[in-house]
T-cell receptor, first 116, second 112 residues
Framework: AQSVTQPDIHITVSEGASLELRCNYS??????LFWYVQSPGQGLQLLLKYFSGDTLVQGIKGFEAEFKRSQSSFNLRKPSVHWSDAAEYFC??????????????FGKGTHLIIQP | KAGVTQTPRYLIKTRGQQVTLSCSPI?????VSWYQQTPGQGLQFLFE???????NKGNFPGRFSGRQFSNSRSEMNVSTLELGDSALYLC???????????FGQGTRLTVV
């Protein structure tokens, strides 16, 4: 069965500093990987996705992620964080009969705190 | 284009009752998935429907069921509610296949 590990439950970063959120996955086939962000009381917003091709993917809000098959990782990065980036971040791997996004396994999430 | 709409947003039920949650997907999307989010277990996949057929199911008891209508709208039902069913229930829609899922705002269910 597939699984996703986000080793950091909380991360605190100063505004303007760079950010890297870690994600490791376990999946038997070529994974479909996603990063979502959730603000308090809200649903999930897709930041970026990896299906195939270029291993460095660009997303919204200045985020990017790099797929490293050898390390089973899909870490999320941002060169300079803004106070509005404070939220919960979830890494997910795709599964299901339809492939892709039909049935996702999520990590436990990383809570990002931005210090002024 | 309208996003995924979930109703109601908030719900309070008593243990032993049943509840039905509704999800209207993005127009043109035929796949609807449901997830349960709790502080302890995180986000867990409940089931997925495509063209009115359940194609995928997570590890939840039979008290959790769902259906999808011909217009792709979906409902989720939980019978004999337990305190542990208190959670944020999220619905996601996609075009199916290798496409991303878009999530609704969720329904916050509280069981007392």
């Amino acid at each position: 069965a597939q699984s996703v590990t986000q080793p950091d439950i909380h991360i605190t970063v100063s505004e303007g500093a760079s950010l890297e959120l870690r994600c490791n996955y376990s999946y038997g086939a070529t994974p479909y990987l996603f990063w979502y962000v959730q603000s308090p009381g809200q649903g999930l917003q897709l930041l970026l996705k990896y299906f195939s091709g270029d291993t460095l993917v660009q997303g919204i809000k200045g985020f990017e992620a790099e797929f490293k098959r050898s390390q089973s990782s899909f870490n999320l990065r941002k060169p300079s964080v803004h106070w509005s980036d404070a939220a919960e971040y979830f890494c997910a791997v795709g599964a299901g009969s339809g492939g892709g996004a039909d049935g996702l396994t999520f990590g436990k999430g990383t809570h990002l705190i931005i210090q002024p | 284009k309208a996003g995924v709409t979930q109703t109601p947003r908030y719900l309070i039920k008593t243990r032993g009752q049943q509840v039905t949650l509704s999800c209207s997907p993005i127009s043109g999307h035929r796949s609807v998935s449901w997830y349960q989010q709790t502080p302890g277990q995180g986000l867990q996949f409940l089931f997925e429907y495509f063209s009115e057929t359940q194609r995928n199911k997570g590890n939840f008891p039979g008290r959790f069921s769902g259906r999808q209508f011909s217009n792709s709208r979906s409902e989720m039902n939980v019978s004999t509610l337990e305190l542990g069913d208190s959670a944020l229930y999220l619905c996601a829609s996609s075009m199916g296949g290798n496409t991303e899922a878009f999530f609704g705002q969720g329904t916050r269910l509280t069981v007392v």
